[in-house]
């Protein structure tokens, strides 16, 4: 099993940045693909970042192309740079897991493994 813990976020202004990071664990977490979701209040969970199963390709929901930046380093952390902030994107944000070659990185229903969440909120 996997364990996920978000954090870095806070309270940013219009056209500010923030850097959240996802602490992953667990004994099989090389066997997991990454993501990055996002819920605002009253809304469903959306797609915002990902990593394909092999982790040479990166994907993007149209929202966020161009600003925000998904990355990893060497201990298995995984980041979100979010640049141009704005308030559209003020959510709970969610790093997660999906656990096979076979599942789909846009749907969150294919995700097995999802941190607490952390609170991004930008005001105008």
């Known amino acids: 099993q996997v364990q996920l813990v978000e954090s870095g976020g806070g309270l940013v202004q219009a056209g500010g940045s923030l850097r959240l990071s996802c602490a992953a664990s667990g004994r099989t977490f090389s066997r997991y693909a990454m993501g990055w979701f996002r819920q605002a209040p009253g809304k469903e969970r959306e797609f915002v970042a990902a990593?394909?199963?092999?982790?040479?390709?990166t994907y993007y929901a149209d929202s966020v192309k161009g600003r925000f930046t998904i990355s990893r380093d060497n201990a298995k952390t995984v980041y979100l740079q979010m640049n141009s902030l704005k308030p559209e994107d003020t959510a709970v944000y969610y790093c997660a897991a999906r656990p096979n070659y076979y599942s789909d990185y846009r749907q969150k229903g294919d995700y097995s493994y999802w941190g607490q969440g952390t609170q991004v909120t930008v005001s105008a």
């Open positions: 990593f394909s199963w092999s982790g040479g390709i």
